[in-house]
């Protein structure tokens, strides 16, 4: 099965979902937030930096949850900009 080629809008939200997860770490160490959610500081640098724009749902999941994010909210930066094109 070929995989296609993200959109502008899908590449977009990527990187509207990486710096949103970035903004919450803070303070925190990309290593340490990485260790916390059981993923590779590497992953995270992609997920953050937007190279990495449709991760996993379970990697998004720790992530909320280590970072105390709302699944929610992070939903909603990566749909409402997305439906907004969509739709006009």
Request: net charge positive.
């Amino acid at each position: 099965m070929v995989r296609l080629p993200l959109t502008p809008a899908q590449l977009a939200a990527g990187q509207r979902l990486g710096a949103h997860l970035r903004q919450a770490r803070g303070d925190r160490t990309l290593v340490e937030v990485a260790q916390a959610t059981a993923i590779s500081p590497e992953t995270l640098r992609k997920i953050e930096t937007g190279r990495m724009p449709t991760p996993a749902f379970t990697t998004i999941a720790a992530l909320a949850r280590t970072l105390a994010v709302p699944l929610d909210d992070l939903a909603h930066i990566c749909l409402a900009r997305a439906d907004l094109q969509e739709t006009g």
